[in-house]
């Protein structure tokens, strides 16, 4: 297997301390592993890959900048290939499935928590198990919703352009005018983990009422604003409210600032579109740090252009990393490059989970079933892999506490 490979793969050059071989945008860590594992780009931190080597796995990591194409893809899985860990980016459909089927794969995790980019009922068909990275990025994301919230409330992009294109001659009474967030009405769509957190940093913090909407009642969320009131009213300061919209349409109306933590699938594709976006305040601000395609970018932009008042934070894109044409141009708009996730801490974490993943499904370990994923970071993490979205479909065991 290893002078086959050397010779597929060109490996054999350049073995570094950590028993790493690099070859041609490839780096390769345990060049002796008995399981293969391809990974479409480096990640942060060494912890997961120790995790991949202990498990007896060769792991052969993409560190090219281009992203790879499907088609480099399966040529690098080959006739042989345990398991894959890749990118939001790559549309694992029915054909890359096939390929990794075909390799005799068995387990794919995604470095993400979001799976809109992946086919889980051809995977299912195919009996590989699919995997995500979710809990460890909740607070990273729900910071920079909240970070986008200030900024498009408090005008801070169109401020600093201003300021460094030398603009600023005093100090105005008028001079950028922006939104006070204190007492105000945040609508959250999407109540999950990172809705819910960005809904506690928002009412803790800026004691603003929380109006959500989600298919489920969410009882701890609004158990948290009855104490958090509680709380405030001993302090003889004002309560907070936190309710449920029976519909969409109602929170958008109701809200002073709307935020979107939905996932991507058919029934969210274009829910802020232009008929919804009319319903909205003329002056109300809206975030998304979840999936570009909830909102109908082209409807933002016009209804952007015709209310100059409104404000729209986006970290994420129909189309990354095009921009719908107009969209630069706006000054009531804020933009960041998909970096809700960006802390060193939540994407190294991603990484460990995603190499628990697919350690857990090879060792025929148990899926964990429970929301405490942060026990995977520390140095005893639990046997077991931690998100398999299809464990109940193939019928994989669950994780049982012990003792
Ligand atoms: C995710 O994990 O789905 C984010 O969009 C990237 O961190």
Not at 180 to 196: M, N
Not at 250 to 275: G, K, M, Q
Request: hydrophobic content about 45%; aromatic content about 6%.
């Amino acid at each position: 297997m290893k002078s086959e490979e050397g010779l597929i793969f060109g490996v054999g050059k350049n073995q570094n301390q950590r028993g790493i071989v690099n070859s041609d945008n490839w780096r390769i860590a345990n060049p002796d592993g008995k399981k293969r594992i391809i990974v479409t780009r480096d990640l942060p931190g060494d912890r997961w890959v120790d995790i991949l080597v202990a498990a007896g796995c060769r792991v052969e990591i993409f560190t090219g900048t281009a992203d790879l194409s499907p088609d480099e893809i399966r040529q690098r899985m080959g006739s042989r290939c345990d398991g894959v860990i890749g990118q939001l980016v790559e549309a694992w459909n029915e054909s890359l499935f096939q390929a990794l089927q075909g390799a005799g794969g068995k387990v794919y995790s995604n470095y993400a928590v979001g799976f809109n980019n992946i086919d889980l009922a051809a995977a299912t068909r195919r009996g590989i198990a699919v995997g995500n990275t979710p809990g460890v990025l909740t607070g990273a994301t729900a910071e920079l919703a909240v970070a986008l919230t200030l900024a498009a409330a408090r005008r801070i992009g169109e401020a600093e352009r201003y300021l460094r294109a030398g603009k600023w001659e005093r100090w105005l009474p008028h001079l950028f005018l922006g939104t006070q967030l204190r007492g105000k009405t945040v609508g959250i769509i999407g109540a999950g983990r990172i809705g819910t957190a960005y809904a506690r940093m928002m009412m803790e913090g800026h004691k603003t009422d929380i109006i959500y909407y989600s298919l489920h009642p969410k009882p701890a969320l609004e158990e948290l604003a009855a104490a958090y009131s509680r709380f405030l009213a001993a302090r003889r300061e004002p309560p907070v409210v936190c309710r449920r919209a029976e519909a969409v349409e109602d929170l958008l109306r109701e809200a002073d600032c709307v935020s979107i933590h939905t996932p991507l699938d058919d029934s969210t594709r274009h829910l802020i579109n232009a008929e919804r976006l009319a319903l909205m305040k003329p002056d109300a601000v809206l975030v998304n740090t979840s999936r570009g395609a909830v909102i109908d970018e082209a409807a933002l932009v016009d209804h952007c252009r015709r209310h100059p008042q409104f404000r729209a934070a986006l970290d994420v894109y129909e189309d990354e990393p095009a921009l719908v044409p107009g969209l630069a141009d706006l000054e009531n708009v804020v933009l960041v490059p998909h970096i809700g996730s960006a802390t060193r801490w939540a994407r190294e974490g991603m990484a460990i989970l995603a190499a628990c993943n697919v350690a857990g499904v090879l060792a025929g370990r148990p899926a964990w079933n429970r929301p405490d994923i942060d026990a995977f970071l520390e140095a005893d993490p639990p046997p077991a892999a931690p998100s398999i979205l299809n464990a109940e479909a193939l019928n994989l065991p669950l994780f049982k506490a012990t003792g």
